[in-house]
């Protein structure tokens, strides 16, 4: 059986926001942090299996780069967030200048239901997507229920969408089951 995340060709889109998605193309942080963004290449398929339009070749390595940076000031303001630490205002700044890039404009089909892709754009419309939708987040009535899940080996983040504002993990198929089985175990395995 096909898992989601291998439909989305090994990266994880368990957060339910597409910047905290983005952060977690660093897969394993804060354990032995692989990068999952290591070419071009790969950020070309990131934009695609996260909806967003195809940048413009050639991508260079200073886009790569950007990319990277935008990313990483995404992941500190999280943090920040979870932790309840001040943000750091070079991140706010490296955010505010992605977000300040014009994004592509949505182009209705002619069945009048589906959205058309769009010609290719600037990675930086691409990135700036991205960033408004950080923005958003972290302005927004979700701003206060950004979590990171508490899965053994997890490191997402994820947006706490519950009525009751108590979710755990960043998905019950991927972590919160794993937890179950562990504590399930603990319990039924003293009794043996």
């Known amino acids: 059986m096909e898992t989601k995340d291998q439909r989305r060709l090994g990266f994880p889109f368990r957060s339910g926001s597409l910047c905290l998605d983005f ?13 999952m963004l290591v ?39 999280t943090r920040a967030r979870v932790d309840g630490l001040r943000p750091a205002p070079a991140a706010v700044d490296i955010l505010n200048s992605a977000a300040s890039i014009a994004t592509p404009a949505p182009v209705l089909a002619y069945d009048a239901g589906t959205v058309r892709p769009v010609d290719p754009v600037p990675v930086e419309s691409v990135l700036s997507v991205v960033a408004r939708d950080a923005i958003d987040l972290f302005s927004g009535e979700y701003k206060n229920r950004i979590r990171r899940c508490l899965g053994h080996e997890c490191s997402l983040y994820f947006v706490d969408r519950s009525r009751q504002g108590a979710r755990r993990w960043c998905s019950m198929a991927a972590c919160g089951e ?7 175990r603990r319990r039924h395995g003293a009794t043996r």
């Open 178 to 184: 794993k937890a179950s089985s562990a504590a399930y």
């Open 39 to 77: 070419d071009a290449e790969s950020l070309q398929t990131w934009f695609y299996v996260a909806g967003l339009p195809a940048a413009q070749e050639p991508l260079d390595e200073s886009r790569l780069v950007d990319a990277r940076d935008l990313r990483e000031a995404l992941n500190t303001l």
């Open 23 to 35: 952060v977690a193309t660093v897969a394993k942080r804060d354990m032995n942090d692989r990068e």
